[in-house]
Structures are given as C-alpha cells and as structure tokens.
Nanobody, 124 residues
Framework: QVQLVESGGGLVQAGGSLRLSCVPS????????MGWFRQAPGKERELVVA????????VTADSVKGRFTISRDNAKNTMYLQMNSLKPEDTAVYYC?????????????????WGQGTQVTVSS
C-alpha cells in the first residue's frame, strides 16, 4: 500500500499564494501518475492538475491555468502544488492522488491512492 500525506493548506487572502506538499510512504512507487484534486462543499471532486511520472505530460484545469503548478522533488520524495493568485472560488479541500500508469484521466475513480486532504480557504 501507499500512504499519501498532504500538508500546507491554510487561510489566505485573495491574491495570495500557498504551496501544498504531498509525501508518499509505504510501498515504494515508480511509474505512477500524480495529481491534485479538490472538492468544495456541495460539489464533486475535480481534477486540478496532474503530471506523469516523467514530468513530460501534464493536464491542468482551465480554472487554474497560469496560476497553479505541479512539480516533484525526487531528492525529497515530495510532490508540490504551487498556487498563486488565489481566488475565493479556489476554496476547497485539496487531495493528492497517485495512479499506476502514465495516463492522466480527470476522474477520481481512476486514481488508486489518496491523501487525507488539506483545507485551503481563500478570503475575499
């Protein structure tokens, strides 16, 4: 099994920035696709951004393009979500997720491992 632990959420004013981190533990993984999802109250969980293991492919939701960036630090075994120019509508619980293989589907059901989520609240 793979456990994912997110951190870095919090309260920020509109226009501010946050960086979320996701650290996997347990079974060592390779050739996994990595993604960040979010879920706002009363809404379905949605893909924010995903990246292939090699980093050569990414998928980014239109709502965050130009503002959010996914990255990975192999030395620290950590995945990041850099969020800039935050808006109140970005308020949600953010989850990191891994899936076997190289495809980057937008559907939560396609991802095999999930973190517990971290709350991001953007005030206006």
């Amino acid at each position: 099994q793979v456990q994912l632990v997110e951190s870095g959420g919090g309260l920020v004013q509109a226009g501010g920035s946050l960086r979320l981190s996701c650290v996997p533990s347990g079974r060592r993984v390779s050739t996994v696709a990595m993604g960040w999802f979010r879920q706002a109250p009363g809404k379905e969980r949605e893909l924010v951004v995903a990246m292939s293991w090699s980093g050569s492919s990414t998928v980014t939701a239109d709502s965050v393009k130009g503002r959010f960036t996914i990255s990975r630090d192999n030395a620290k075994n950590t995945m990041y979500l850099q969020m800039n120019s935050l808006k109140p509508e970005d308020t949600a619980v953010y989850y990191c997720a891994f899936k076997w293989g190289n495809s980057l589907p937008p559907y939560p059901s396609e991802y095999h491992f999930w973190g517990q989520g971290t709350q991001v609240t953007v005030s206006s």
